[in-house]
């Protein structure tokens, strides 16, 4: 069973940040949060990850709170592109972990 | 160039036939994965191979045999198909050592059983 809580879906308008928030309330000391995301019909792709520490790249950053109990993936200029379903999965960093994916968040961006 | 490949990219058979699908990565990691997303969308994992040798084998008929001829490449043979075998099949790879250690996954086989 995943360890983490999405809601269903969500809209954002086309330009604006979009903010995608999950419950890891169980996540343990050595475990991560990692985000991916699968548009329609392809592969999920790798997003970000971090651990205590707020987390930015090209495509997006990521919030933890303090108590790690749950995290806020945000894309700061959504564009229509980024309509997908977004997965929030806490993992070890090492090893052949696999992924437990939930029912993520479908994200639909507006224009 | 393509990281993680998979052929064919669709497979439409009928019940009771054997098929086989074909990963291939061409990133050098040392393990890679099947996965399976039904018709409720859900993916879940069936197997992980590192460095050839099956590491992760959740509860899956053993009608689906995983087969790692090297470390770039790894392949999923299904015997005597059933309907409820219609779905769509990822493959993925990842260096297990990496300072990331995120899983490429290819585009996906789409199997239909009839």
Known sequence: DAKTTQPPS??????????????HSTISGNEYVYWYRQIHSQGPQYIIHGLKNNETNEMASLIITEDRKSSTLILPHA???DTAVYYCIV????????????????????? | DTAVSQTPKYLVTQMG????????????HDTMYWYKQDSKKF????????????IINETVPNRFS????????????????????????????SQTSGRVNEQFFGPGTRLTVL
């Open chain 1, 79 to 81: 564009t229509l592109r």
């Open chain 2, 66 to 93: 995983p087969k790692s001829p090297d470390k770039a490449h790894l392949n999923l043979h299904i015997n005597s198909l059933e309907l409820g075998d219609s779905a769509v099949y990822f493959c993925a790879s």
């Open chain 1, 91 to 111: 993992r070890v960093l090492q090893g052949a972990q696999k992924l437990v994916f939930g029912q993520g968040t479908r994200l639909t961006i507006n224009p």
């Open chain 2, 17 to 28: 036939n054997d098929k086989s699908i074909k990963c291939e990565q061409n990133l050098g």
């Open chain 1, 10 to 23: 969500m809209d954002c308008a086309e330009g604006r940040a979009a903010n995608l928030p999950c419950n």
């Open chain 2, 43 to 54: 993916l879940k994992i069936m197997f992980s191979y590192n460095n050839k040798e099956l």
